[in-house]
């Protein structure tokens, strides 16, 4: 970014640990992204079928330090070379929140380095920047993860508008509880996408849900019920091609709908720069579709780098230092902490 030249030069240790990811990273404002360490937890959730909090919390308390660890001797540079510590304050899981914001907390005391609490949605938001060729400011954001799914108008760091969101189910979600119905365990994402490409188009026609609103929102559990009521009536005789031909189905419906509602936004801002960012965004049929509608329409879409399309380190101290390039005061050393399990991104605002 052309701006970051005339703006103070730190370094900005990230820490994220909102669910089932520990992340950490080191990002220098002159130099790029140092080192990123991450630790998924998804072989241990898996025999429950979905992410136990309890476990996930005592799992980022093993990994968190010696990941930290792992960072600093990748990046050749020691802990008082910091100038900041950011972490992921919220939303996400009460008790993984706390594990990040305390061992940050804590090491920001004991190097007298502040700290800033970073929303987690932010991070996701400028992921794309870190990218090789990163978009301008302003640009349309569709965040599409198992959380949330929502439209935004970014018009610089801290300056969001809200354009629609989802009113039940999130996308990531509706993936997930869909993979499950095929019996396909967890995380169900990836594998629904996978099984959808041996599927045949058109063999089973599903909803697509609020395409043609008149507003920019999404509604994706009634897709859910749909493809539970089609596998219940085959469940009998239901063979593989067949679970193919629903996942493809699935995909379709979805694809669909998001990019939809993406043409939609670009219309209504008169924006001509989209940006993917969350989980969903690494999935390769929403990327083939939005590719081929930014090719018919002439806008130009951009993706976070696929290791950061999920929860990481690097998203959050980047984040982190763009806001402090910003506002140095930012960080505090008040090592008092809270986490915010419910944050809506449109709070927060550049100080």
Not at 155 to 173: K, N
Request: glycine fraction near 10%; aromatic fraction near 6%; hydrophobic fraction near 45%.
């Amino acid at each position: 970014m052309e701006l970051s030249k005339k703006l103070p030069i730190m370094i900005v240790l990230g820490v994220e640990s909102s669910c089932d990811e520990t992340g950490i990273a080191l990002y220098d404002t002159q130099h790029g992204l140092l080192a990123h360490a991450l630790h998924s937890q998804v072989a241990m959730h898996e025999e429950y079928g979905g992410v136990v909090p309890e476990l996930a919390s005592r799992d980022h308390i093993r990994r968190a330090i010696p990941l930290m660890e792992q960072v600093f001797r990748q990046a050749g540079v020691p802990r008082s070379a910091i100038d900041a510590i950011a972490y992921t304050q919220g939303p996400g899981l009460a008790g993984a929140l706390l594990v990040g914001a305390s061992i940050a907390c804590g090491l920001g005391l004991s190097l007298d380095k502040p700290v800033l609490g970073v929303h987690h949605l932010e991070g996701h938001l400028l992921s794309p920047l870190l990218a090789s060729d990163p978009p301008e400011f302003p640009f349309v954001a569709l965040l599409v993860s198992g959380g949330h799914t929502q439209l935004m108008r970014v018009d610089g760091i801290g300056q969001y508008t809200l354009l629609g969101e989802t009113v039940d189910d999130a996308a990531g979600e509706a993936f997930d509880k869909s993979a499950k119905l095929l019996g396909l365990g967890y995380p169900g994402g990836p594998a629904i996408s996978r099984l959808a490409d041996f599927g045949d188009a058109g063999v089973y026609e599903l909803p697509r849900p609020m395409l043609h609103s008149k507003d920019l929102n999404f509604s994706f559990s009634g897709l859910k019920t749909a493809v539970l009521t089609l596998v219940k009536n085959r469940i009998a005789n239901i063979c593989e091609q067949d679970k193919a031909n629903v996942a493809r189905a699935f995909v379709d419906a979805i694809v669909d709908v998001l990019v939809a509602k993406c043409l939609k936004a670009l219309k209504q801002t008169g924006l001509k720069r989209l940006v993917i960012a969350g989980g969903v965004g690494a999935n390769r049929q929403l990327r083939d579709a939005l590719d081929a509608a930014a090719q018919k329409r002439r806008f130009r879409v951009y993706y976070p780098e696929l290791e950061f399309c999920t929860d990481n380190g690097a998203m959050i101290a980047f984040a982190g230092a763009m806001r402090l390039q910003i506002n140095p005061d930012a960080a505090k050393r008040d090592y008092a902490f809270n986490v915010k399990p419910r944050w809506p991104l449109e709070e927060i605002r550049t100080a």
